[in-house]
């Protein structure tokens, strides 16, 4: 057992401890002395604190753990595929089975999406494609248990304050009843039930749709869709707005131009030389309003002029190319099977502890790059192209191991 765990450990890039047992011991002592303190402060009761961790113990199987002494470091591999190769998170047989699923749900749920954008203003086919991504349209199975997760997370993990706030939220869903525990199931990250919501999201956005007074994100279709829904107005969806368009940029057009807080008027986008693809003008209503250049692989792939609503698609999963597939996967959803017209150019198989490093030497120079966490956000990719462009070299707006190599 103990070679296995270390096995895993070694994958995911966390030392190994001499034994499991002094941490199950320190885990323990967590509970009693650190946790269980708050929890009853916050009304949770000892009968449901104990229900909540009994025959608990730490996962040291879970990703971003940090282990007692030790310091968090960055991870040489990328486990998360939101943050991997931009081309392969749109390969066909992924998104084309949450379109196709989305289509066929269309239909029988149609009353009950129509109703929905009635309320919130939030389209079905965004609703069924977030459905389709997060859980499969509800068939996938949750193999973790939910206070496990969370339970090593808040004790061990990089970012331990987070889920400290979500475990407690989970002790609050049992204290009041509103969920199970044996329905506390949940992904490796301790996201539950068919919109894989986090405890504080469910708290916050979880809605009763289909009339039986209680919120049912595990069994209930209504419940579950208006719930994505209302997630999404909370996070400020602009109601009658697209979420996007695929666009062609022009050399003139420097990549670096790209991110939220580089917002202009979709109509001076235009002026720039930037078009719809497939020679449709921009609707008058999104040419008049604020739109942002998106270019998820920088000049190595397709480029978005995009809206607010595609920054509340990412409160959902902090990925912009999560935000693209649920976007894109609602435009086919309502309009047919159309691929992207731009192509994904090939990218140089980097380390996140490559990019990591290429960051901080970025940061040195005085770059925000939005953290040196090895993940190429917006920030990390207009910083490549403006030092690209100030070093004589062609702004491609994403890293390659030439830049890597350069910046070391």
């Known amino acids: 057992m103990l070679a296995a765990i270390a096995a895993a450990l070694i994958a995911f890039g966390v030392a190994t401890p001499a034994s499991s047992a002094p941490i199950d011991d320190q885990f323990q002592a967590w509970l009693a ?49 939101e943050f991997g190769s931009p081309g392969n998170y749109f390969a066909e047989k992924t998104i084309g089975a949450v379109t196709a699923g989305g289509r066929s749900r269309a239909g029988a749920n149609a009353r009950t999406l129509a109703a929905i954008e009635k309320r919130y203003g939030v389209p079905g086919g965004v609703v069924l494609a977030i459905w389709g991504r997060e859980s499969g349209f509800g068939a996938a199975k ?66 009763d749709f289909d009339g039986d007074g209680r919120a049912d994100i595990w069994n209930s279709t209504p419940d579950t869709l208006a719930s994505i829904a209302n997630y999404l107005v909370g996070y400020g969806w602009v109601k009658g707005r697209d979420w996007g368009f695929e666009v062609s940029v022009p050399d003139s057009v420097t990549c670096a131009l790209e991110g939220p807080d580089q917002g202009k008027k979709i109509s001076d986008w235009a002026a720039m030389g930037i078009t719809r693809v497939g020679g449709k003008p921009f609707p008058q209503g999104e040419a008049r309003a604020e739109g942002f250049l998106m270019m998820p692989a920088g000049r190595n792939g397709p480029a978005f ?12 999963n902090e990925s912009d ?27 140089d198989g980097l380390y996140r502890s490559d990019i990591a490093a290429m960051q901080r030497a970025l940061e040195k120079l005085g770059y925000d790059v939005g953290g040196a966490d090895g993940l190429p956000g917006f920030k990390t990719r207009r910083s490549i192209g403006d030092w690209q462009a100030r070093n004589g070299r062609a702004a491609t707006c994403f890293p390659d191991k030439a830049t890597v190599e350069a910046l070391r």
Not at 35 to 40: S, V
Not at 157 to 178: S, V
Not at 305 to 316: D, H
């Open 33 to 81: 002395r650190d946790l269980w303190p708050e929890a009853k402060a916050r009304g949770i009761s000892r009968a449901t604190f104990d229900a909540a961790f009994a025959g608990v113990s730490p996962n040291l199987k879970l990703p971003d753990l940090v282990l007692p002494g030790e310091k968090p470091k960055t991870p040489k591999m990328q486990h998360q595929a």
């Open 142 to 207: 949750m193999p973790y248990d939910a206070f496990e997760v969370l339970g090593t997370k808040a004790f061990l993990a990089t970012r331990k304050d987070m889920f400290r706030n979500e475990l407690l939220a989970g002790l609050e869903m049992l204290e009041r009843g509103l969920v199970s525990r044996d329905a506390m199931r949940s992904s490796w990250a301790g996201a539950l039930g068919q919109p894989q919501f986090l405890p504080t999201s469910f708290l916050k956005h979880a809605v």
């Open 305 to 316: 002029i995009v809206t607010p609503n595609f920054y509340v698609l990412k409160e959902y």
């Open 321 to 347: 190319l999560y935000a693209l597939f649920i976007g894109h996967g609602a435009d086919r959803i309502a309009g047919g099977d159309r691929r992207f017209s731009g192509g994904w150019g090939k990218v």
